[in-house]
T-cell receptor
Framework: NAGVTQTPKFQVLKTGQSMTLQCAQDMNHNSMYWYRQDPGMGLRLIYYSASEGTTDKGEVPNGYNVSRLNKREFSLRLESAAPSQTSVYFC?????????????FGSGTRLTVV | QQQVKQSPQSLIVQKGGISIINCAYENTAFDYFPWYQQFPGKGPALLIAIRPDVSEKKEGRFTISFNKSAKQFSLHIMDSQPGDSATYFCAAASGGYQKVTFGTGTKLQVIP
């Protein structure tokens, strides 16, 4: 019963480097999300995928791309990392679209861009 | 702009006391208000949620109070315990519930 698994847990990048954050869920959830968490800012939605085959922008999509590879996997890519992208990134999933379905979050990826 | 405003930023409560965290929202289309609890090094976890058709919801020591006319809602933690020490986020969502807007978080410390 892994839930939502994120890899890697920690990463240090140099400005301009690229990387992909991986997320996989084993709960057969339809919707998946990427959030970033910054001190004093709460959690801000980057991108989400309401169902397999669809992706949509959230509140702070600039500098990121996503791929919903299949129902289980939703990846986040930074093409050219910037120091402003230093943050903790959380992937989440949700079973359905109604209000009774809360998020299940992964344990996060702590990214530092130097 | 911050659509969900949360206060206080941090809170220290004695064991056995009541912890109160407040949130206010602006978007009247919001109709689902969850609270999430986050321990250090972990992702947030759903704690309790309320719809605006009720003014209060209680689950164990945790109670949400909702004031639709004032566009405010709050979390009360009764008989606070050291194990409740965590960061708490209020949130809000509207129809479809695909986009949940989070508050900025409250770091709660319960001291023995």
């Amino acid at each position: 019963n892994a839930g939502v698994t994120q890899t890697p847990k920690f990463q240090v990048l140099k400005t301009g480097q690229s990387m992909t954050l991986q997320c996989a869920q084993d709960m057969n959830h339809n919707s998946m999300y990427w959030y970033r968490q910054d001190p004093g800012m709460g959690l801000r939605l980057i991108y989400y995928s309401a169902s397999e085959g669809t992706t949509d922008k959230g509140e702070v999509p600039n500098g990121y791309n996503v791929s919903r590879l299949n129902k289980r996997e939703f990846s986040l890519r930074l093409e050219s990392a910037a120091p402003s992208q230093t943050s903790v990134y959380f992937c989440a999933s949700r079973a359905g679209q109604g209000a009774n379905y809360g998020y299940t979050f992964g344990s996060g990826t702590r990214l530092t861009v130097v | 702009q911050q659509q969900v405003k949360q206060s206080p930023q941090s809170l220290i409560v004695q064991k056995g006391g009541i912890s109160i965290i407040n949130c206010a929202y602006e978007n009247t289309a919001f109709d689902y208000f969850p609270w999430y609890q986050q321990f250090p090094g972990k992702g947030p976890a759903l704690l309790i949620a309320i719809r605006p058709d009720v003014s209060e919801k209680k689950e164990g020591r945790f109670t949400i109070s909702f004031n639709k006319s004032a566009k405010q809602f709050s979390l009360h933690i009764m008989d606070s315990q050291p194990g409740d020490s965590a960061t708490y986020f209020c949130a809000a969502a509207s129809g479809g519930y695909q986009k949940v807007t989070f508050g900025t978080g409250t770091k709660l410390q319960v001291i023995p």
